[in-house]
T-cell receptor, first 113, second 111 residues
């Protein structure tokens, strides 16, 4: 798979359920970021997890990072219809703060009310 | 909370024409970027800009593309002679370090 590939590509759940999205990457990273994109809109940064962290929480979001498997997961708990969006993982190339981000293909999440 | 802004929100142009997409990054940010997303495809990096020069660019960013920071607030992307395949959403982003703040995008349609 390419750097920053998410699965599943699409996920449909009922409101109140949890949604789990996975991301795999190929090269070494110093952090991994998750972004959200509502249809036709810009990207909103959700959470950044550093390579020395294993888990991070932000509200209803929980992100894990397994550098040995080169994978990350994003869990949204108690989902709401407003969580319907595409979710992307992104990894920077290199250690420089300005390095390019490589985005995965995204997971399209639909939360049905 | 400060935001990255972009203008216009939608630009329609004819093939071969020049377009300039404008962005106002967050004022204390030092790094500026352009990304694009062709409909239904991944977000792709175009170029990053730091200290008044390009710091990194992708293969997509060929001689038809240029960036400029003409003053202390604006950051522009120019496409000299647009092609049909340049039709996409173009996102500007800025950062201090680490996380990027993205603008809402400019939808470019080349006819």
């Amino acid at each position: 798979s390419q750097q920053g590939e998410e699965d599943p590509q699409a996920l449909s759940i009922q409101e109140g359920e949890n949604a789990t999205m996975n991301c795999s990457y190929k090269t070494s990273i110093n952090n991994l970021q998750w972004y959200r994109q509502n249809s036709g809109r810009g990207l909103v940064h959700l959470i950044l997890i550093r390579s020395n962290e294993r888990e991070k929480h932000s509200g209803r979001l929980r992100v894990t990072l397994d550098t040995s498997k080169k994978s990350s997961s994003l869990l949204i708990t108690a989902s709401r219809a407003a969580d319907t969006a595409s979710y992307f993982c992104a990894t920077p190339r290199g250690d420089n703060a300005g390095n390019m981000l490589t985005f995965g293909g995204g997971t399209r999440l639909m939360v049905k009310p | 909370e400060p935001e990255v802004t972009q203008t216009p929100s939608h630009q329609v142009t004819q093939m071969g024409q020049e377009v300039i997409l404008r962005c106002v990054p967050i004022s204390n940010h030092l790094y500026f970027y352009w990304y694009r997303q062709i409909l239904g495809q991944k977000v792709e990096f175009l170029v990053s800009f730091y200290n008044n020069e390009i710091s990194e660019k992708s293969e997509i960013f060929d001689d038809q593309f240029s960036v400029e920071r003409p003053d202390g607030s604006n950051f522009t992307l120019k496409i000299r002679s647009t092609k049909l395949e340049d039709s996409a959403m173009y996102f500007c982003a800025s950062s201090e370090a680490g996380t990027r703040s993205f603008g809402p995008g400019t939808r470019l349609t080349v006819t």
